[in-house]
């Protein structure tokens, strides 16, 4: 009996000390795993911010089923027709699209390499999502937000009082006063009151704060976890950047390696000739509210007369709108084609807006007449080339805090936006934008 109780003993020691072992080799494979992820995610930080300082360390490994998890919906975030690719806190619409139809071209997730994947990983977390603009931010985390509006314009006045700007020290005093009473009526009416105030409550991804409030479940774990996810929310925006600044490095250099680039590297040089890159590439451009209306876009055709009164309908959920496609440069005219003859598949599309010399309150065929010139010399390489030049790091001061930016240069540019979408978006999208 004392052997059975003894062997019993040491067989459940030995279960034990197996189960102790497999949880060690997977907590081993899992740090060495994210080891990778960590290193490129500081590395995209000092490249922004020009710092020296890791903001990761070795257990903050406790992020990687968020990332994986993350890579995994941003690829299906691609590839899904059902999604305008709008992604937040850059304003970098043509490389971004760039880089969008390059990764979305890939037939499997196993293609990309690590900084690709965290750039996927972003994806997931600051694409525009339906369902979350209906979610509110907790009372505690929208009082936070007003806390740090206020800082902010007190740490403003001390500048303000410094150079006597009586101007401004009014209007930051008038501002901190007003923000005081709504943080009252707040806390008064236990969050009910939100007059004044519903702002504070709206989830912006690029805030701080509720980027807090959205990994609120992960931070309350314990310590570890709210340091990990406060050191990720509190510099999101400069990672996020760091990341497409990576990605772009290495797309337009042609190269995967990135170990020891510098961070005072100030530009990425691309020059891409727009116009050469619609006849390269399958892109579309989308015509602007005038093209669409102006006679002078319009052959005197009965398709392309057909065309136009399809695109211009009174009833405007009866339009039927086309785009610019299949650019042949020997034509030196893009086919138009309307969106139901587009191929089932995602485009780089450009939202056209070309630029008047003319005075705003010139008569409108003078500025109809002017865009139509300008985009004939476009399209036949006549005059200033459209160019996509490079991507810069801009930093901007306000007070003591530096804001880090990502620019591109586009000379003589003929859009306001660029997006990668679907062919079924389309019509939403030029139902809503044009």
């Avoid at 109780?5 to 994210?34: F, L, P």
């Avoid at 590297?265 to 891409?272: C, E, S």
Wanted: aromatic share 10%; with cysteine.
């Amino acid at each position: 009996m004392v052997n059975k109780t003894k062997k019993h003993r040491i067989n459940k020691r030995n279960r034990s000390n197996k189960k102790k072992t497999r949880r060690q080799k997977r907590s081993i494979k899992n740090r060495y795993e994210a080891k990778k992820y960590i290193e490129i995610l500081n590395m995209a930080y000092k490249q922004i911010t020009s710092s020296w300082h890791d903001i990761f360390d070795k257990d903050d490994y406790l992020m990687l089923s968020y990332i994986k998890e993350g890579i995994k919906k941003g690829w299906k975030i691609l590839k899904d027709k059902n999604i305008i690719k709008e992604i937040k806190c850059n304003s970098l619409c043509m490389t971004m699209s760039i880089l969008n139809s390059t990764l979305g071209s890939r037939t499997k997730l196993e293609q990309l390499n690590p900084v690709q994947e965290l750039y996927l990983f972003f994806v997931s977390y600051l694409t525009e999502d339906k369902k979350l603009s209906k979610k509110e931010a907790s009372l505690k985390h929208a009082i936070r937000k007003i806390d740090i509006k206020i800082m902010d314009w007190k740490n403003k006045l001390i500048e303000y009082e410094k150079q006597k700007d009586n101007r401004n020290i009014k209007k930051g005093k008038k501002f901190i006063d007003k923000q005081e009473r709504l943080k009252k009526q707040l806390i008064e009416s236990n969050g009910l009151n939100k007059e004044g105030v519903g702002h504070a409550f709206r989830i912006d991804v690029c805030n701080a704060v509720d980027c807090q409030y959205l990994h609120e479940y992960k931070m309350e774990k314990g310590k570890k976890w709210n340091e990990t996810y406060s050191k990720f929310c509190l510099n999101i925006t400069e990672i996020f950047k760091g990341i497409v600044w990576l990605n772009m490095y290495m797309m337009f250099n042609r190269t995967t390696n990135i170990k020891g680039l510098s961070p005072y590297m100030k530009k990425v040089k691309i020059d891409i000739n727009i116009r050469d890159a619609l006849y390269a590439q399958d892109i579309i451009l989308i015509p602007n509210s005038d093209i669409y209306e102006s006679d002078l876009f319009y052959e005197n055709t009965t398709l392309d007369q057909a065309r136009k009164r399809a695109a211009t309908d009174i009833d405007v959920d009866e339009r039927k709108y086309w785009v610019y496609h299949n650019f042949d440069p020997t034509k030196r005219n893009p086919d138009k084609r309307g969106i139901n003859r587009l191929e089932n598949k995602h485009y780089v599309a450009c939202l056209l807006d070309i630029p008047n010399d003319s005075h705003w309150k010139s008569p409108k065929e003078v500025l109809e007449k002017e865009q139509y010139n300008k985009f004939r010399d476009f399209l036949e390489g006549k005059g200033p080339k459209t160019t996509l030049k490079e991507i810069t790091k801009t930093i901007t001061k306000i007070g003591d805090t530096e804001r880090y930016n990502l620019e591109e240069i586009i000379d003589n540019t003929i859009s306001v936006h660029w997006i990668y979408i679907h062919k079924d978006r389309l019509e939403d999208f030029i139902y809503e934008y044009v």
